[in-house]
């Protein structure tokens, strides 16, 4: 299972990870991410993969990383 | 033949110019966390990086074809190593800086994820520098320097930039003008800086 782990030290709430990963992400009312389901790390299902590596590869502050369980 | 490489030099280091007004003034509202002309922000951020990786195509044609033009008489290492070459050095030098500049820029921007937030950002701001050495380079070293058209499009050029770096100094610059600004103690000042 792959989780889209964010960094808060890093993170500067620019908001273009809510706008590549929709299904996923939210802005709150201060342009920061907050995941859909409420965790801290959100699941990735497969067909978002993609997307969500997009997010990563753009996110300005360097405050996304795709975290990759091998089990 | 070797008028047209001549000729090509130059307008591909005035299109390279214009083109980095753009991403100058691109980065700069990329940085704002505001979309512009309809384009998400994501989409401003890649606008940012292809113009300025167009940019980059244009500069490396203008070295090459300077490189190659018979009249130039350009020598390989007057390419990284600014103000020694033979013709108005001082101009032609701020052109090989500009180039160095950009070489930085664009290789710690391609490996960003490996180098970190913080030497990136560093080596971002060179940007600042390079900008307005490269549009001396152009005014000075240029042979179209006398000529209405080409103090025309510098004149526009530096009107776009100012304007941007207006803008990015005014306190309603970001999209979250109300975050209020952070204050961190004395004593985690150091952590702070680790960021």
Known sequence: MTRLHIDWTACDGRGLCAELLPELLAEDDWGFPIARDGSPSPAVPGPLEPAAQRAVDRCPALALRLLRDTR | ?195
């Open chain 2, 1 to 195: 033949m070797s008028d047209a490489l001549w000729y090509f030099a130059r307008g591909s280091g005035v299109v390279s110019l214009v083109l980095l007004t753009v991403v100058v003034a691109l980065g700069i509202g990329a940085r704002s966390g505001r979309t512009a002309f309809n384009l998400p922000r994501f989409a401003v951020n890649l606008l940012h990086r292809n113009a300025a990786l167009l940019a980059v195509v244009f500069l490396v044609l203008h070295v090459v074809s300077l490189l190659f033009d018979p009249y130039a008489q350009l020598r390989l290492f007057d390419l990284v190593l600014p103000f020694a070459g033979n013709y108005r050095p001082l101009w032609q030098g701020l052109g090989t800086l500009g180039l160095d500049l950009m070489i930085a820029i664009v290789v710690t921007s391609l490996l960003r994820h490996r180098i970190g937030a913080r030497a990136w950002r560093a080596v971002h701001w060179l940007a600042y520098l390079c900008w307005p050495v490269a549009l001396l380079h152009g005014l000075g070293a240029g042979s179209d320097n006398g000529t209405v058209w080409l103090w025309a499009i510098s004149m526009v050029c530096v009107a776009v930039v100012l304007a941007a770096v207006i803008w990015r100094l005014t306190p309603h610059f970001t999209r979250f003008p109300q975050r209020a600004e952070r204050k961190v103690a004395e004593r985690l000042r150091p952590l702070e800086e680790v960021r």
